[in-house]
C-alpha cells in the first residue's frame, strides 16, 4: 500500500509541475510557461514589464513587474479574472529626456512645439457653393506627451501621463514620429522626405542609447526613422539632410543633457 500511495504522489507532483499556463504578448507571441520557471524566464530586456491586469466586478486594475523584482510575480494574482501582458518603455508614469540635433543646409535647427491646429488651403477654389471660412479644413494636433521645450541644444521630452488620456502612447509606440508631429515635421507620402520649415529633405539618422555615445544605429530609411524607439534615458538623436554635414555633438552639450534627470530613477540604461 505504501508503495501505491508513494507512486500516487510522484505522479501528482509531475503533473502538477507539467501544468502549463500562457501569457499573452504583443504581435501574437506566446509563452507557455510552467512551475519550473519564474517570471524572470520572460525578460529578455530590462525595458519590458510584465503586467498583470485584474479584473474586477466594476473596474479593472493592473500592478507591473519590473526585470529586478520578477521572482517576486510568479503566482501573484492569477485566477480567471486575471491575466498578465508583456509591455515595453516608456510607460505612464516614466520620464526622460534625449538629446537631438537636426542639421538642414548645414544649419542646426531648433524646435518647438507646433500650433495646435492647422488651417489646410483649398486646391482650387470652390464654385459649387459659397464657403464660411476661406479654407478647406482645420487640422487639429493633440498633445503625446512627446515634445520639446524648445532647450538649446535640442532636448526630447518623453513622458506619456501627460497626454489625453485615450491618445497615451507607451512601449514600441512612442516614436520619433511622435516627436516630429508634435514640432511640425511631416513625411511625404511620395517618398520626398520629410517636410522641415516648409521643404522637403532626405534625411539620415544616427542613433546613440546614451550620452556615452556608444551603440550606435545608422539609417537612411524614413520609416526607420520616423519609427526610432525612443526608450533610451539620455540617448542622442542626430539627424542631417544629404546635403549637410552629420552634426556634432560637444561635451558641454553633454553635460547639459545630463542635468535632465530620469524618473524614476531606477528607470534602466544600457
Known sequence: MKYYFLTFMVC??????SIFYIIQIPYSRNYYMNNFFSMCNLFSNPFQIA?????????????????????????????????????????????????????VDNKNIIFHDRNLTET???????????????????KQWFHTGVHSHCDAPGIIHVHPW???????????????????????????????????????????LAYYTNSKRTTGFLTQDETEIENLWLVDCHGIVLLWGDDSVMPDVKDDEIEFLKTFKCYPNNYPFR
Open 12 to 17: 501528482f507532483v509531475l503533473i502538477y509541475m
Open 120 to 138: 489646410i488651403a483649398y486646391e482650387s477654389a470652390p464654385t459649387a457653393c459659397q464657403s464660411s471660412v476661406p479654407y478647406a479644413y482645420q
Open 162 to 204: 501627460s497626454a489625453p488620456i485615450g491618445l497615451r502612447k507607451e512601449g514600441r509606440e512612442v516614436t520619433l514620429g511622435l516627436f516630429f508631429q508634435s514640432v511640425g515635421i511631416e513625411r511625404s507620402t511620395k517618398g520626398l522626405g520629410f517636410k522641415i520649415n516648409g521643404k522637403y529633405v532626405k534625411m539620415n
Open 51 to 103: 503586467r498583470l491586469y485584474t479584473k474586477g466586478p466594476f473596474s479593472i486594475s493592473y500592478k507591473d513587474y519590473h526585470h529586478d523584482d520578477c521572482d517576486t510575480s510568479k503566482y501573484m494574482g492569477t485566477g480567471p479574472e486575471s491575466y498578465w501582458d508583456i509591455i515595453e518603455r516608456p510607460i505612464i508614469g516614466d520620464h526622460l529626456h534625449l538629446l537631438y540635433k537636426i542639421r
